[in-house]
């Protein structure tokens, strides 16, 4: 199983949270400072916020989330074999939980992850403030 992640820039968290709350009839599945999370069953959607009111786009990135490991080693075949693999980041926590994952870009730019949580990480780390970003991510 899997499920595509969108991953938002928000203005004010509160805000959103409420707002996506009634939208997808759910509550969050996890929330910190500057961040949320919802994990919708229906359609089968990750979906983050990032408190980031400077953001100039409103998506901060893609992704999609896997449930087992070799799922990502699949993906890091797949994106390698085909010239796109942008990054990888084993055993790295960001977005308040420990993660595998692998990065590419599109031709524009738009960055996608695929990744499969391995643990939670209940507080930020130094480096995870800029774990969504790709500015702390090895080829």
């Known amino acids: 199983m899997m499920r595509l992640q969108l991953a938002l820039n928000v203005n ?3 805000e959103a949270i409420s707002y996506y709350s009634k939208l997808f009839g759910t509550e969050p599945h996890k929330i910190r400072d500057g961040y949320a999370n919802f994990a919708i069953e229906s359609p089968p959607l ?4 990032f408190e980031n009111p400077d953001a100039q786009e ?18 890091k075949s797949r994106l390698s074999d085909g010239g796109i693999l942008d990054a990888i980041q084993p055993e790295t926590t960001c ?13 524009q730019g738009m960055r996608w992850e695929w990744y499969r ?3 939670d990480a209940p507080q930020r ?7 969504c970003t790709g500015k702390n991510i090895r080829a």
């Open 117 to 119: 949580i391995t643990d």
């Open 95 to 107: 977005c308040h939980a420990t993660q595998d994952k692998v990065w590419s870009r599109d031709p």
């Open 58 to 75: 409103r998506l901060n990135h893609l992704g999609v989330e896997v449930f087992e490991s070799e799922q990502v080693a699949v993906a």
């Open 12 to 14: 004010d968290l509160n």
């Open 125 to 131: 780390t130094e480096d995870s403030s800029t774990c």
């Open 46 to 49: 990750k979906l983050v916020l």
